[in-house]
């Protein structure tokens, strides 16, 4: 296989142009030739140590046996080298891992160090007999130990490298002329696996990686049998803005299934994770504090991904996880069952308190829970608390989320990194209103994953690089594009495969070794969360008695809620008096969450009023209700018309357009947002609007309300998608 991948040259290739004239080196310091012959010799020795350090040790040693000798120091280098010996001895099972290493280390320091006693005690010099075994037995003892320095050390398979470039250049040399990247060589070569790695040198100051990357279907072309569309990448070589990488892969070294390690799991938050294997085979490790947001049409492997995340963090006994899951408890089902999180949601209503929570506690947090650093610093009594939002469309989206969580979200993802509080974000389609509404929430989730995607402008949402890196075209379950930060390069990975027993075993391996943790502290806890009665309740006993307000559904499987039944006294009912108010879902806001919190509250209220005034056998005037479509379409033809004849002296605003039409002033904010969007309305300056030339008003309302149908129709099918 590996010898199918090195290229071949072009049967022909076009007569070069004249080289173009170079261009003057960057002016530099001179240096002393002296200084710079003995660098030049520092560095050969250094390079060939595999020959040069067998053939210094001997002198070194004889004259270092003559010193010795000279000054009568035989006790003193008997003294020394038994302690030296004594160390290596010991400490060589910590240096080296293989058997044979340690042992060459021990003898290495034993016998160099009684041959030097013997010699600075009888004296390497003269023509005695002593002299003479003594110079015998240092050339024969450095030669046997110099053969197995040099095997060890020596460099390996360099003629074979230089072969591979050679064939690569030639390769290159075939086809570059005619990318219009002339003047560049292929310095390096490397073939591992199914992937042949080339260093392309280009000219400086004339080719740039985007040069590189805008002849990829070309390079393609010219591998063709070596690699497959989509399998040809250019990577920057960092410090090198002329140079760049170009990878080759002949097929998909990640068809395979990926098994999960357990030895590679994290202990702490602030270790580093696997998330799974890349291209070259090896495992991707990840730092675990920070957001994420992840994207993947249906049965593309995010629910995988959620529960390998999930497996981790359960290791960790300085984190703690809450889970929001709207699909209905697909994914909540066995996390439950596992016992591992510490709180999962399956209600919008639980999931606004919760986010209301966590936005007061980051606030709290902030005043209270300093430790001496600039950004907290999560610990087993402080722990870090990442939210896993499994499907955020049902909470946040424009269709059908919520205002007001989408708010709370922004704040929590925006505010909470440095206090310890983070959110992994999971949805299949990625653009604001049909995930998490706005670009600072976004813009906050630094780690994007792409899994596999309808279409690859899907990818854009979250992988600038979605042209090059098509998402849609991701072969097997469980791959993905990451990219960890916005410079990092996009990379594709596989997920360990996790299925529900995996992860089961593995979150009660994680219980038994981490014992009985303690509850969670709030420093949020003595605020107010709502008011139940005659009486206010704590976020903290709101947050103790959280188990008991689990959907009935998952009361069969959920350990935490059986063990919040058995230790309440009230087994009947399953709570306490203060368990019953603290469980109760009160809809009213918790103080200082905002605007938006404080107008759904007045906008609830309000609601309750007037249902309060309106009598139990109240029915609508049937006249009215056959009429009131006909006056809706005629308000929308008045708005059409006001808004058609507008101009760039008498241009239309959305106040003016709601008082002649009868429309509400939002709708028609909502109508020229839309409008605007599909290119029937533009806006000649703040707040005033006039129409495209040539594009007709009615015709783009028919058009907004079709789009608002289908995407309304493509939700419900993704909310009810098995």
């Known amino acids: 296989m590996g010898k199918d991948l090195i290229l071949r040259p072009a049967a022909y290739a076009p007569v070069p142009a004249a080289p173009a004239v170079a261009a003057p080196p960057w002016p530099q310091q001179k240096t002393r030739e002296s200084e710079a012959a003995i660098v ?16 210094a040790v001997p002198p070194a040693m004889w004259l270092a046996a003559l010193t010795l000798h000279r000054f009568r120091a035989a006790g003193y280098t008997a003294l020394c080298g038994a302690i030296l010996a004594a160390c290596v001895w010991y400490f060589a099972a910590h240096k080296w891992d293989r058997n044979a290493e340690r042992w060459y280390a021990r003898l290495s320091a034993a016998l160099a160090t009684a041959w030097l006693w013997l010699a600075a005690w009888l004296g390497p010099l003269g023509g005695s007999a002593t002299a003479i075994v003594l110079a015998s037995v240092l050339a024969a003892g450095c030669g046997a130990w110099g053969f197995f320095w040099w095997k060890h050390h020596r460099p390996r398979g360099q003629r074979k490298r230089a072969r591979l470039v050679a064939e690569c250049d030639a390769w290159w040399q075939s086809h570059c002329w005619n990318w219009n990247l002339a003047g560049s060589q292929v310095t390096d070569a490397h073939l591992s696996g199914v992937t042949l790695r080339m260093r392309i040198k280009g000219v400086a100051g004339r080719h740039t990686l985007d040069h590189f990357r805008q002849v990829i279907p070309l390079i393609e072309s010219a591998a063709e049998g070596r690699a497959d569309i989509g399998l040809v990448r250019v990577a920057a070589v960092k410090g090198h803005p002329s140079e760049v990488d170009l990878f080759l892969k002949q097929e998909n070294p990640l068809r395979e299934p990926v098994e999960y390690d357990a030895s590679l799991a994290p202990r702490s938050v602030h270790d580093m994770a696997p998330v799974g294997k890349t291209e070259t085979g090896g495992w991707k490790m990840l730092p675990q504090r920070v957001n994420c947001f992840v994207i993947g049409m249906t049965r593309s492997g995010k629910s995988n991904h959620l529960l390998v995340r999930l497996a981790g963090l359960s290791g960790c006994p300085d984190d703690r996880q809450i889970l929001i899951d709207l699909k209905g408890g697909r994914s909540a089902r066995p996390v439950l069952q596992a016992g591992c999180a510490e709180y999962v949601v399956t209600e919008l209503d639980e999931a606004r308190m919760v986010l209301r929570m966590l936005v007061a506690e980051g606030k709290a947090r902030a005043k209270y829970a300093y430790d001496g650093h600039e950004q907290l610093l999560a610990t087993v009594d402080v722990p870090a608390l990442h939210l896993m939002i499994d499907e955020t469309h049902g909470l946040t989206s424009t269709a059908n989320g919520d205002a007001e969580c989408a708010a709370l979200l922004a704040l929590y993802s925006s505010l909470a990194s440095g206090l310890e509080e983070y959110a992994e974000v999971y949805t299949q389609n990625g653009s604001l209103e049909e995930s998490v509404r706005t670009e600072q929430t976004r813009g906050n989730l630094l780690v994007r994953i792409a899994f596999r995607v309808a279409e690859a402008r899907h990818g854009a949402y979250v992988i600038p690089e979605y042209a090059r890196l098509d998402a849609s075209k991701l072969e097997e379950k469980g791959t993905y594009l990451l990219k960890d930060g916005p410079e990092a390069f996009a990379e594709q990975i596989r997920d360990p495969y996790m299925p529900h027993d995996l992860f089961l075993r593995i979150a009660a391996h994680n219980a038994r070794t981490l014992g009985t943790r303690p509850p969670l502290h709030l420093y949020c806890g003595s605020q107010v969360a709502f008011r139940s009665g005659d009486r206010d309740v704590t976020w903290q006993e709101w947050w103790d008695a959280r188990w008991l307000r689990l959907d009935e559904a998952f009361h069969g499987i959920s ?4 063990a919040a039944v058995a230790g309440s006294p009230h087994v009947a009912t399953g709570m306490t008096a203060q368990a019953q108010q603290a469980a109760a879902p009160v809809p009213s806001p918790a103080p200082g969450m905002g605007d938006a919190a404080s107008a759904a509250a007045r906008i609830a209220a309000d609601d309750a009023d007037l249902m309060a005034r ?9 006249e009215l209700v056959r009429r009131l479509p006909f006056v809706i379409a005629s308000q929308e033809d008045r708005f059409a018309e006001l808004l058609q004849g507008a101009t760039a002296d008498s241009p239309a ?6 008082e002649a039409s009868g429309r509400g002033r939002t709708w028609c904010h909502d109508q ?7 290119g029937h309305v533009t806006q000649v300056s703040r707040g005033q609007y006039v129409p495209v030339p040539g594009m007709d008003i009615r015709r783009g309302l028919a058009e907004v309300k079709a789009r608002n149908a289908r995407l309304a129709r493509e939700a419900r099918d993704k909310i009810n998608a098995a």
Do not use: C, S
């Open 40 to 55: 030049t010799i520092a560095r050969w020795v250094k390079r060939n140590g595999h020959f040069t350090v067998p053939l």
């Open 672 to 678: 020229i947002g839309a409008l605007t969007e599909i």
């Open 614 to 622: 309106v009598p139990d056998d109240f029915t609508p005037d049937p």
């Open 653 to 658: 605003t959305p106040k003016g357009l709601a």
């Open 559 to 562: 350990p935490q809620y059986q």
